[in-house]
């Protein structure tokens, strides 16, 4: 199926879930993720600040637990500029704007280039079993994650499993490693 029929489906069946649902599916999220993967040699954590509006998975579970429980972890988020992605430090204290897409972005915060990250939440609307996502229809993270080192693990997140195949994938998309589900760890 195409991204843009995907993208249609998806946000509908997004608009569905309700806010109890959203946190607990985003609660069952982050314990698989600390459940199943070894954080201790990750010194970077890139993650997204959660969309409400779009109903995206809440990534405060994960942001504040890693701030509580793994005090060596860097975490930085996105903030977009120029059409590109550019990490900034995420702290307790850190002062937060919203974009004019909504997106909570970080203010004057330590820049972190793309190369010294080791792992990367990545939003999304739905995935394939090949690893290929379908976003938001900007293309802001498949050019961020060109940029990110070749053993930098690219974790998705997302409320449904995957379909088959995405059928109009071109030579910017780049796959992930895992997607996490609310059931499952699906290793790409």
């Known amino acids: 199926m195409l991204k843009a029929d995907l993208r249609k489906i998806y946000f509908k069946k997004n608009s569905h879930i309700s806010p109890s ?52 972890i860097k975490i930085v988020v996105p903030r977009v500029k120029d059409n590109e992605i550019e990490s900034h430090e995420f702290r307790p204290a850190t002062n937060l704007a919203l974009s004019s897409w909504q997106i909570p972005e970080p203010i004057g915060n330590e820049l972190i280039e793309a190369d010294q990250i080791d792992l990367v ?40 499993p995957p379909i088959e195949e995405i059928s109009d994938i071109n030579d910017f998309d780049v796959t992930l490693d895992y997607c996490i589900t609310p059931k499952k760890i699906w290793k790409i």
């Open 21 to 72: 649902e959203r946190l607990e599916n985003s609660a069952r999220i982050s314990q698989k993720f600390f459940s199943d993967f070894e954080l201790s040699g990750i010194r970077i954590l890139n993650l997204f600040l959660s969309i409400v509006s779009v109903r995206e998975i809440e990534t405060d579970f994960i942001y504040e637990k890693i701030w509580g429980d793994f005090p060596w």
């Open 121 to 160: 939440l990545v939003p999304l609307l739905c995935f394939d079993k090949r690893g290929f996502r379908v976003g938001y229809g900007k293309g802001f993270y498949d050019k961020f994650l060109k940029k990110c080192r070749a053993d930098c693990l690219k974790i998705g997140v997302s409320y449904f």
